[in-house]
């Protein structure tokens, strides 16, 4: 019993001794702190500042929130945006427009398999009797299939956006069961389609719509598309379409 409370006493010490050095590190910490921060608030000539400053408004200011190009200035900046990161744009009146278009890139790539959400409105588009020398597949409608693979070796994507942001330059695309986000990540060449109506001002008139469904609201991923893939290693060698699209066409209709 006496080694045993003489052990127990030497490791309480231990552990008081290590208390009392942690102590002393925060306090010679904090001492450094003050002289590094003392130092900048002299060279600037002003007092240090030592009270957290107060927060009257949280979040966007109301005259960003109420900020709101009409809808040809919109497309314009969008455009500019999109283009500036080498994606390309193009304006159609119609499904049909856009129907013709990616047929026609079809048979100038010289594309052999394109794949799409399962959306009504895609499947309206009719792209399986416009691509007559493509196979076309729709995502998640056989449950057998290999769906990443599939994607994976698509020449072309197709998606519908549920959103873009012109103020940025990006395309909002949620992912569901029929609406998988490798649709839009595999394929060389992704289609994106956005009604004239989705293409909103600033990124806060898309994001504000997330906060509202909340946690248990929210889609399975959400996915911010600013052109093609860049990539670029530490010495800053540009590489195009590593991470996804290499080629990406913003089709707005309406």
Request: aromatic content about 8%.
């Amino acid at each position: 019993m006496a080694e045993t409370s003489r052990g127990a006493q030497a490791g309480a010490g231990t552990q008081d001794d290590h208390q009392e050095w942690l102590a002393q590190m925060e306090r010679e910490s904090r001492a450094k702190q003050k002289t590094f921060m003392d130092g900048i608030a002299s060279k600037l000539n002003r007092p240090r500042v030592t009270q957290k400053p107060a927060r009257p408004v949280k979040g966007a200011p109301d005259f960003w929130q109420a900020f709101e190009w009409p809808l040809e200035e919109r497309i314009e900046r969008f455009t500019e945006n999109f283009r500036s990161v080498g994606g390309h744009v193009e304006r159609l009146a119609d499904m049909s427009g856009v129907r013709e278009f990616i047929a026609n890139k079809a048979r100038e790539m010289s594309a052999r398999y394109v794949i799409r959400q399962n959306e009504p409105e895609l499947e309206a588009l009719g792209l399986e009797a416009a691509l007559e020398q493509a196979v076309v597949r729709v995502w998640n409608t056989d449950e057998q299939e290999q769906w990443k693979a599939r994607a994976a070796e698509s020449d072309f994507g197709v998606v519908l956006a549920d959103y873009a942001a012109a103020y940025t330059g990006s395309i909002t695309v949620l992912s569901s069961k029929d609406k998988g986000r490798s649709v839009s990540l595999l394929p060389t060449v992704l289609f994106a389609i956005i009604p004239a109506d989705r293409l909103k001002t600033s990124l806060g008139e898309i994001l504000v719509n997330f906060d509202e469904a909340g946690q248990g609201g929210l889609p399975a991923g959400i996915h911010f598309i600013s052109g093609p893939s860049r990539s670029a290693d530490i010495e800053n060698d540009l590489t195009i379409g590593v991470h996804g699209p290499g080629v990406v066409y913003a089709l707005i209709v309406g």
